[in-house]
């Protein structure tokens, strides 16, 4: 992609279930986000299915640059959804870093990095599928115990034409343990495409200190985007402004009620005490949230929805 010739340090909203939608997508461009990614998708049913592809897939022409994640167990699946999105998004990106139970037993996710030879084959494919020279195709993996194998496998996907590689600095087995970020630097020394970091990016400070450490070209945040959607703009917590704007977008752009409530849950969870986080998180309708909220902004004659 262009923006890594152009940036210093590419920041991007990583793939999350449920949570990086087209408006928290939009959201977070407003506050210093490069590019964000789609959840996951099942590429056989995205590639089976017009119903699943009506519902996994929405985007807008503001929606960009967006790379668009795919699990996938077959080549011809992740190469087919590939063509499918390609004239609506900038890229796509398979899944060989989802750690969990169901995903690991479906053969896809961060078992993936277990078989380099059907990765490559992957990227392989789908390069030679789309047509247009700039579309992306990348990996986002999970380094093993053995950091020979990652190298090993981010030099046989490099050898196939993969556009970046975002490395989430634990193994698939660890959850709360410290990213290595000494793994993530040498896999950035032993490949010459960019490299992404992944795992406990929570703030600015985060970002330049990982930069520095391991020389990636590119950071991915989760999480640290949930709690504080502003991150990226250099905001320590969520601004009462951010807040308004996804008031806006959610209720202009039809996000479920859940979801709705849940990034706000993310949201003010630094700002309200733990007796005011309680009841907001137990508001069961919109117009009890909105309320809520109101008066939260209001409280010193802040912003007035």
Known sequence: ME???????????????????????????????????????????????????????????????????FAAKESIHFSESARLVEKYSDGVDLNCGCPQKWALQEGIGACLIDNPEFVADAVKQTRRKVTNPKFSVSVKIRIHDDLRKTVDLCRQVENAGVSFISVH?????????????????????????????????????????????????????????????AMYAGYDITPDSCVQDWLDIAL????????????LIYMLEKSLPKSERRLFNSLASTSAVLNYVQNYLERDNKITL
């Open 169 to 229: 600095g634990r193994t698939r087995t660890q959850r709360g343990e410290p990213v290595n970020l000494e793994a993530i630097r040498t896999i950035c020394e032993s490949v010459s495409i960019p490299v992404i970091a992944n795992g406990d990016i929570k703030c600015m400070d985060d970002v330049q200190r990982v930069q520095k450490i391991t020389g990636v070209k590119g950071v991915m945040a989760a999480r640290g985007l949930l709690e504080n959607p």
């Open 3 to 69: 923006l890594f010739e152009s940036s210093d340090c590419v920041k991007i909203c990583a793939p999350m279930v449920r949570y990086s939608k087209l408006p928290f997508r939009v959201l977070v461009r407003q506050y210093g986000c490069d590019v964000a990614f789609s959840p996951m998708i099942l590429a056989d049913s995205f590639y089976n299915s017009q119903k699943a592809r009506d519902s996994e897939f929405v985007t807008a022409e503001d929606d960009r640059p967006l790379i668009v994640q």
């Open 252 to 263: 202009n752009r039809g996000t479920s009620y859940a979801t709705f409530h849940h990034h």
